[in-house]
């Protein structure tokens, strides 16, 4: 019988699934082994794996055949956040597991590289293996020694795969940055970290247009003074400029791949936050904590193996890339696309999706709802017959998204919508093969993440509103952040407002079956009249009208006590902000959500401003509308389009010359 309280499922998975699933293998398995609950299904594996902590990552170690070239002392020697401890004494090397499946599978595809021309090209595990060990072998030889930092200006092509490789298997330290990134948000980041090499193209193809790149590589060549050396791939087929290494070159070699046997917490790579206010923060991540976490999330929760095809649309500036690329850890093809979203056409990913014959096809939650909008129907369109798991990240995925994906793909469709963060490059909730799929929740929260919904005295929640916390150490979780000697700048980011507690910055629901609500992040929360409520939920409820591209809506604390909504439409083409839309949208508000989410004023803009990464950037309108300058609001280098900043600054002059609002 279902209920409001407990809607019936949009999916579930049948008793084969479950049987065959690699996380029902697991759970008998650990039982035997570790004392882990055989009864239960999923919430009593869940509960062993936080209670039983150090019992549960030994368990993935063993399980994953882990292998560590000098054994750990324990599993978690200090579980004190931040700076939790993990297997002391261990060595072992990312790459070399990465690498793992060349020796049984040589010749089947480790990746499978598309261009826009929707066309694969194929590249076996020996071939990978083989650019790896001649790439790392040249590292060696420039100079490059285990803690140095190696740097990419690549965009998601199998060359960049082939560098992070190289650079975990010398023990070097790897970041990227997308070439969309203009020099100043590349300098940002990668001047932080001082690399000795730098990884560049010529230039890319997007939107069917070529991109030349090179006056920006030049400049990134003048603005790091540390680089040794310069690696050169001709995308576009130019010449390597001037005192640069050709990438035919070094990686033409056929010496075998040497691991260096680095500790568990030696770093692996840097990641950026998006930076929208102040530099970046350069979080840094070990090699031992990214391949357990990566092996626990891709191989247990994405249910990943040898026969599986893994395509995620990303870019090499956002996380999500470095945890596609662990999808050869479990052995999998994985599938990388370099090129719009959207071309030639909104049904692109789709397509990839099919000529790929993709299992696992990851995709962003704006593109989902961008398909619903322009009335794209995939599965009429292709054969996805392949697909097992459509899974969306980067935003909540509105319930409109999960119907689309249900009623346009497939009834048999294993929707997940995960959330996590750059911060542990994993998930804290998401997938979950064996468990239900209800409408606008996320199925659970991860093995090993005892992740809660706290009020602001620190009391876990359940069926309400709270701040996304979680309560023990995840091995992913960052050793430090570059430039932060002190680790003060870590300390604030998460650990402020609950010391010892990881506090993550969202808004969530735990449901009382385990379930997970996100909506939106808590530092641009809408308070009316003491109620807090995520903008998620409005522009869920705003953007299914067809007049309206997007949305953005800002809440605002007054100096004289009052609170200003105003919710800012950027709107289809030929759509006009008259009278009659105005009411439609405070109606859709008002029956939807409620009176009290019902906009102070509705503001037609030229487009709403966003992340690098694609992310709505809420934060820095609100401080913009707050009377903050612009240069003091927001990274210029963070934003995909500064000008679009400049009508909110405008916006906060004209409203504090004119008369208060009563």
């Not at 650019?131 to 965009?155: F, N, T």
């Not at 070097?172 to 001047?191: I, K």
């Not at 469709?413 to 804290?428: M, N």
């Not at 909504?565 to 109606?587: N, Q, S, T, Y």
């Given at each position: 019988m279902t209920s409001a309280a407990n809607p019936a499922p949009l999916w579930q998975p049948d008793p084969e699934r479950i049987a065959a699933a690699r996380i029902t293998g697991f759970q008998a398995w650990a039982a035997e082994r570790h004392g882990a609950p055989a009864e239960g299904g999923y919430a009593a594996l869940h509960r062993w794996s936080v209670d039983e902590l150090e019992t549960f990552w030994q368990a993935v170690a063993e399980w994953f055949d882990i292998r560590f070239s000098t054994p750990y002392e324990r599993v978690l020697a200090d579980p004190a956040m931040p700076g939790a401890r993990w297997f002391p004494g261990a060595t072992l090397n990312y790459a070399e597991h990465a690498l793992r499946a060349a020796e049984d599978r040589p010749h089947d595809p480790a990746l499978l590289h598309v261009d826009e021309t929707h066309e694969p090209t194929p590249i076996?595990?020996?071939?990978?293996?083989?650019?790896?060990?001649?790439?790392?072998?040249?590292?060696?030889?420039?100079?490059?020694?285990?803690?140095?930092?190696?740097?990419?200006?690549?965009?998601?092509?199998?060359?960049?795969?082939t560098a992070l490789l190289a650079t975990a298997a010398v023990g070097?330290?790897?970041?990227?940055?997308?070439?969309?990134?203009?020099?100043?948000?590349?300098?940002?980041?990668?001047?932080q970290v001082e690399p000795v090499v730098l990884f560049t193209v010529d230039g890319y193809r997007y939107g069917g247009k070529e991109h030349d790149r090179t006056e920006t590589v030049a400049e990134l060549r003048r603005e790091l003074p540390t680089l040794r050396a310069v690696i050169h791939i001709p995308l576009l087929g130019s010449e390597a400029p001037?005192?640069?290494?050709?990438?035919?070159?070094?990686?033409?070699?056929?010496?075998?791949?040497?691991?260096?046997?680095?500790?568990?917490?030696?770093?692996?790579?840097?990641?950026?936050?998006?930076?929208?206010?102040?530099?970046?923060?350069?979080?840094?991540?070990?090699?031992?904590?990214?391949?357990?976490?990566?092996?626990?999330?891709?191989?247990?929760?994405?249910?990943?193996?040898?026969?599986?095809?893994?395509?995620?649309?990303?870019?090499?500036?956002?996380?999500?890339?470095?945890?596609?690329?662990?999808?050869?850890?479990?052995?999998?093809?994985?599938v990388l696309y370099d090129g719009s979203p959207g071309f030639p056409d909104t049904g692109a990913q789709w397509r990839i999706a099919e000529r790929t014959e993709s299992t696992l096809f990851g995709t962003s939650a704006a593109y989902v709802m961008a398909c619903r909008k322009a009335?794209?129907?995939?599965?009429?369109?292709?054969?996805?017959?392949?697909?097992?798991?459509?899974?969306?990240?980067?935003?909540?995925?509105?319930?409109?998204?999960?119907?689309?994906?249900?009623?346009?793909?497939?009834?048999?469709?294993?929707?997940?919508?995960?959330?996590?963060?750059?911060?542990?490059?994993?998930?804290?909730a998401g997938a979950v093969p064996t468990l239900p799929v209800h409408i606008g929740e996320l199925q659970a929260a991860c093995l090993g993440t005892d992740l809660q919904s706290w009020d602001p005295q620190g009391k876990p929640l359940i069926g309400e509103v709270g701040e996304l916390v979680v309560t023990n150490p995840m091995p992913s979780m960052p050793i430090r952040f570059w430039n932060d000697p002190d680790g003060s700048r870590y300390r604030d980011s998460y650990f402020e407002m609950f010391p010892g507690v990881w506090r993550h910055g969202d808004w969530i629901t735990i449901t009382d079956r385990g379930s997970v609500i996100i909506h939106g992040r808590s530092d641009s929360t809408l308070n009316r009249q003491g109620v807090r409520m995520g903008s998620a939920d409005i522009y869920e409820a705003v953007e299914r009208l067809p007049e309206i591209r997007?949305?953005?809506?800002?809440?605002?604390?007054?100096?004289?006590?009052?609170?200003?909504?105003?919710?800012?439409?950027?709107?289809?083409?030929?759509?006009?902000?008259?009278?009659?839309?105005?009411?439609?949208?405070?109606?859709?508000?008002?029956?939807?959500?409620?009176?009290?989410?019902?906009?102070?004023?509705?503001?037609?803009?030229?487009?709403v401003p966003h992340t690098l990464t694609g992310k709505r950037i809420e934060v820095p309108v609100k401080r913009l509308l707050q009377g903050t300058a612009l240069s003091k609001a927001v990274n210029p280098g963070s934003v995909d389009n500064l000008e679009l900043l400049r009508f909110y600054e405008n916006l906060a002059r004209t409203r504090t010359s004119s008369p208060a609002d009563d």
């Open positions: 076996s595990w020996s071939e990978l293996r083989r650019q790896v060990g001649a790439l790392a072998a040249e590292l060696r030889a420039l100079g490059v020694r285990p803690g140095d930092r190696i740097s990419g200006y690549l965009p998601n092509i199998p060359q960049a795969v070097a330290v790897w970041t990227s940055c997308a070439p969309d990134f203009g020099a100043r948000s590349v300098l940002d980041r990668f001047q001037e005192g640069a290494l050709e990438w035919s070159a070094v990686t033409s070699g056929d010496t075998e791949a040497a691991f260096e046997q680095v500790p568990f917490d030696h770093p692996l790579w840097v990641l950026y936050s998006s930076g929208t206010t102040g530099l970046p923060k350069a979080i840094v991540q070990s090699q031992g904590g990214i391949l357990l976490e990566h092996f626990k999330q891709l191989g247990l929760h994405c249910d990943l193996g040898p026969e599986d095809r893994f395509f995620w649309y990303t870019s090499t500036g956002w996380m999500m890339w470095n945890f596609l690329v662990s999808g050869l850890l479990t052995g999998t093809t994985v009335e794209v129907h995939p599965s009429r369109d292709f054969d996805l017959s392949r697909i097992k798991c459509v899974a969306t990240t980067g935003s909540p995925l509105p319930p409109d998204g999960f119907r689309w994906l249900h009623d346009e793909v497939a009834d048999d469709l294993w929707i997940a919508s995960v959330s996590g963060g750059t911060d542990v490059c994993s998930c804290f997007e949305s953005l809506v800002i809440g605002l604390e007054e100096p004289n006590g009052g609170y200003w909504m105003p919710l800012f439409v950027h709107l289809a083409e030929g759509a006009a902000l008259d009278d009659a839309l105005r009411a439609r949208i405070k109606k859709t508000i008002r029956e939807q959500l409620s009176p009290r989410h019902v906009p102070d004023d509705i503001i037609e803009v030229p487009g």
